[in-house]
T-cell receptor, first 110, second 114 residues
Framework: DAKTTQPPSMDCAEGRAANLPCNHSTISGNEYVYWYRQIHSQGPQYIIHGLKNNETNEMASLIITEDRKSSTLILPHATLRDTAVYYCIVRVGGYSTLTFGKGTMLLVSP | GAGVSQSPRYKVAKRGQDVALRCDPISGHVSLFWYQQALGQGPEFLTYFQNEAQLDKSGLPSDRFFAERPEGSVSTLKIQRTQQEDSAVYLC????????????FGPGTRLTVL
């Protein structure tokens, strides 16, 4: 799987949008971009995934650049409960396992 | 509905003891995964089951690690002769289809080997 690069930590004020970047410059055409998050002492939680189009669900939006070399996860109105480690993962279509990096620790403050 | 459950949530073992960690996947989920998460690191893949078949065990760190899913539902990860380096959180995940679907994770079992 292609490697991803994420900042180790980010801060966000409660109620503001959190924009989490991810670089995946060696991504292949059949690799999807997945985002998971892990709140302290819990298992990872799926957020969203996409191939090349932007995606939105009830939790977040995923913006993928046209060349697919980077993406941004957007939490539109961050709350204290969004404090977690966020993992950006590229995953080959049809292959099973997830390869996690170290992720970005997002701290949402009042 | 019920998610993935794991038991025990915490396990303390003396070095050299055998341990067994249990995973109850979401009912009807075909695929089941085990991951190991060391402190401060992201989860790392251990093994993958499709129903009762273990299709990938490339991530198991040694032959002391053994996993099974005999009836295609509950899975057990067994670690023989535990070592201090086995201390980690062991996470189980399941997915509905043949492995490419969204994986849903359990809360993990924190294993501490003294």
């Amino acid at each position: 799987d292609a490697k991803t690069t994420q900042p180790p930590s980010m801060d966000c004020a409660e109620g503001r949008a959190a924009n989490l970047p991810c670089n995946h410059s060696t991504i292949s055409g059949n690799e999807y971009v997945y985002w998971y998050r892990q709140i302290h002492s819990q298992g990872p939680q799926y957020i969203i995934h996409g191939l090349k189009n932007n995606e939105t669900n009830e939790m977040a939006s995923l913006i993928i650049t046209e060349d697919r070399k980077s993406s941004t996860l957007i939490l539109p109105h961050a709350t204290l409960r969004d404090t977690a480690v966020y993992y950006c993962i590229v995953r080959v279509g049809g292959y099973s396992t997830l390869t996690f990096g170290k992720g970005t620790m997002l701290l949402v403050s009042p | 509905g019920a998610g993935v459950s794991q038991s025990p949530r915490y396990k303390v073992a003396k070095r050299g003891q055998d341990v067994a960690l249990r995973c109850d996947p979401i009912s009807g989920h075909v695929s089941l995964f085990w991951y190991q998460q060391a402190l401060g690191q992201g989860p790392e893949f251990l093994t993958y089951f499709q129903n009762e078949a273990q299709l990938d065990k490339s991530g198991l760190p040694s032959d002391r690690f053994f996993a099974e899913r005999p009836e295609g539902s509950v899975s057990t990860l067994k670690i023989q002769r535990t070592q201090q380096e086995d201390s980690a959180v062991y996470l189980c995940a399941s997915s509905l289809g043949l492995g490419t679907d969204t994986q849903y994770f359990g809360p993990g079992t924190r294993l501490t080997v003294l």
